[in-house]
């Protein structure tokens, strides 16, 4: 569990009155080409009480992803959507090989209504960059009540 003393005061309100929603403890992985930014959203995804795994390119993410699938209960990831952008191509990329996570993508909304029907796209939210601890923990606990 995470030491609450190196949370910033945003990140504590984002975490008070988070309980568990389910039984084992989901494992997020969050991928970010911004340390600092991967670094903040790992400490809010291990004070909300979850397991965190991180990559810093979508190259990585998707290393751990063919490895790790079957422990994996949620992607999170911070790399832009513009079109034939990283994460976008990186999200298509996933679908290809068959893995579909359901996906948090931390960027400026996008259109994505055009995407062929035979390659979804399993992204549950939208979260605006920088992110707000609040938001993005409550986005986190909104993925697991289905």
């Known amino acids: ?34 340390r600092a930014a991967l670094a ?19 190259a990585e993410a998707l290393r751990r992803i063919l490895r790790d699938e079957a422990v994996l209960d949620l992607l999170v990831s911070g790399l832009g959507l513009e079109p034939d952008g990283p994460g976008l191509a990186f999200i298509r990329e996933l679908n290809r090989t068959g893995t579909f996570l359901p996906i948090i993508v ?8 055009g995407e062929p029907q035979e390659t979804p796209l399993n992204v549950l939210d939208f979260l605006p960059k920088p992110v707000d601890p609040m938001l993005f923990v409550r986005a986190l606990c909104r993925s697991f009540q289905s």
Do not use: F, Y
């Open 40 to 58: 903040r959203l790992r400490r809010l995804v291990e004070g909300a009480g979850m397991r965190c795994v991180t990559a810093s390119s979508a």
């Open 106 to 113: 931390l960027s400026a909304p996008v259109d994505i209504r």
């Open 1 to 34: 569990m995470i030491n609450r003393h190196s949370l910033d005061d945003d990140e504590l309100e984002a975490l008070r009155d988070i309980t568990p929603l389910v039984a084992h403890r989901p494992v997020i992985l969050v991928v970010d080409d911004d």
